[in-house]
């Protein structure tokens, strides 16, 4: 995140602190010596030996611990390791050397589980790919990182009506079905939550490895977002679209709206354009306090789902709250509000 200051020194040193025992964690409990992992870990600490590995965790790992040495955040020899670790995992077992792309998931035994091609999966890829990119410079890593970019952009990309569709097959064609199994289990062709994690990563990407073209779809991303995907009355995020954009459903998800708010803001700054860089500074401040007006408990979670201003789930799951933090803090960076 950019910029990032917080005056309050002891807010610093605790949230340093938790950030040292949720590391210890992973360390200690999730990741394996062979770069590999535990696909779920029950209450108590009890291994589930035959569950999946998602894709999405595989690159979580490595983003995590990527940023973890960039960031300078101790232990940086250990970090360092299980990213270089996670990285020969990944690109050893994910990755389809037929037809390229990268497994929605595999097995205990690290054969693929389910072949299809999720471009939400693809995103979070590249994204730790880049991620990790900045710590090792290494070619063999920029390669790997330009081949997921360059598959998203001959695949995925919607040539006649902008954005990317949500999941393909092994072979990279178009499936419904396949859709309905990943994340958006409504089957529609696009999503705000892939066009949100596909901005994620073209940011990040076009941070290590500037060029023309990579900036121009980072800047048509944005404007997907900024003018297709926010509601421009409600504040809100608008969930699933048709192939032409044509809007499904009207649910709204608070800690998407809380996440994507401080995202497009890092993509603006980013593309370093004032212009944008102001429209996102507006828009996140109106998204959060949207988000806060709407969305939140009495005790300040932030609820799962609501619909017309009315809260339809009032779940607290955990990672909204995470994005809550960050949506906040960069909300207060831009207003100075202390609120």
């Given at each position: 995140?950019?910029?990032?200051?917080?005056?309050?020194?002891?807010?610093?040193?605790?949230m340093?602190?938790?950030?040292?025992?949720?590391?210890?964690?992973?360390?200690?409990?999730?990741v394996?010596p062979?770069?590999?992992?535990?696909g779920?870990?029950?209450?108590?600490?009890?291994?589930?030996?035959?569950?999946?590995?998602?894709?999405?965790?595989?690159?979580?790992?490595?983003?995590t611990?990527?940023?973890?040495?960039?960031?300078?955040?101790?232990?940086?020899?250990?970090?360092?390791?299980?990213a270089?670790r996670?990285?020969?995992?990944?690109?050893?077992?994910?990755?389809?050397?037929?037809?390229?792309?990268?497994?929605?998931?595999?097995?205990?035994?690290?054969?693929?589980l389910?072949?299809?091609?999720?471009?939400y999966?693809q995103?979070?890829?590249l994204?730790?790919?880049?991620?990790?990119?900045?710590?090792?410079?290494?070619d063999?890593?920029?390669?790997?990182?330009?081949?997921?970019?360059?598959?998203?952009e001959?695949?995925?990309?919607?040539?006649?009506?902008?954005g990317?569709?949500?999941?393909?097959?092994?072979?990279?064609?178009?499936?419904?079905?396949?859709?309905?199994?990943?994340i958006?289990?409504?089957?529609?062709?696009?999503?705000?939550?892939t066009?949100?994690?596909?901005?994620?990563?073209?940011?990040?990407f076009?941070?290590?490895?500037?060029?023309?073209?990579?900036?121009s779809l980072?800047?048509?991303?944005?404007?997907?977002l900024?003018?297709?995907?926010v509601d421009?009355?409600?504040?809100?995020?608008?969930?699933f679209?048709?192939?032409?954009?044509?809007?499904?459903?009207?649910?709204?998800?608070?800690?998407?709206?809380?996440?994507?708010?401080?995202?497009?803001?890092?993509?603006?700054?980013?593309?370093?354009?004032?212009?944008?860089?102001?429209?996102?500074?507006?828009?996140?401040?109106?998204?959060?306090?949207?988000?806060?007006?709407?969305?939140?408990?009495?005790?300040?979670?932030?609820?799962?789902?609501?619909?017309?201003?009315?809260?339809?789930?009032?779940?607290?799951?955990?990672?909204?709250?995470?994005?809550?933090?960050?949506g906040?803090?960069?909300?207060y960076?831009?207003?100075?509000?202390t609120?």
């Amino acid at each position: 995140m950019y910029g990032l200051t917080i005056e309050t020194s002891s807010w610093v040193g605790e949230m340093a602190a938790q950030g040292h025992r949720i590391l210890q964690f992973w360390r200690e409990h999730v990741v394996l010596p062979d770069g590999s992992f535990h696909g779920r870990i029950a209450r108590g600490g009890v291994i589930d030996a035959g569950a999946p590995r998602s894709l999405v965790i595989a690159t979580r790992i490595l983003w995590t611990f990527s940023r973890a040495v960039n960031s300078g955040f101790a232990d940086t020899a250990e970090h360092r390791l299980i990213a270089d670790r996670t990285y020969t995992y990944l690109t050893r077992h994910y990755w389809d050397v037929e037809h390229g792309g990268f497994y929605w998931s595999l097995g205990p035994d690290d054969r693929p589980l389910d072949e299809s091609k999720h471009v939400y999966g693809q995103a979070f890829a590249l994204f730790a790919l880049a991620e990790y990119y900045a710590v090792t410079r290494r070619d063999d890593v920029l390669e790997m990182a330009q081949a997921t970019y360059t598959l998203l952009e001959d695949k995925a990309a919607d040539q006649e009506h902008e954005g990317y569709l949500e999941a393909f097959s092994r072979q990279w064609e178009w499936d419904s079905q396949c859709v309905r199994q990943g994340i958006n289990h409504d089957g529609l062709p696009k999503s705000m939550n892939t066009h949100l994690h596909m901005l994620e990563a073209y940011t990040r990407f076009y941070e290590v490895w500037p060029n023309d073209q990579l900036k121009s779809l980072l800047e048509a991303l944005l404007a997907i977002l900024t003018t297709l995907v926010v509601d421009g009355n409600s504040q809100h995020f608008r969930l699933f679209f048709a192939r032409d954009w044509t809007l499904h459903g009207d649910v709204v998800s608070y800690g998407h709206d809380i996440e994507g708010s401080w995202l497009m803001l890092e993509a603006a700054h980013a593309l370093n354009d004032a212009g944008r860089i102001r429209t996102c500074e507006d828009l996140a401040v109106r998204m959060v306090e949207a988000v806060l007006e709407h969305g939140c408990s009495a005790d300040h979670g932030v609820m799962n789902e609501g619909r017309a201003g009315e809260i339809i789930d009032s779940d607290v799951h955990w990672w909204p709250q995470a994005e809550g933090i960050v949506g906040c803090v960069n909300a207060y960076q831009v207003t100075q509000d202390t609120r």
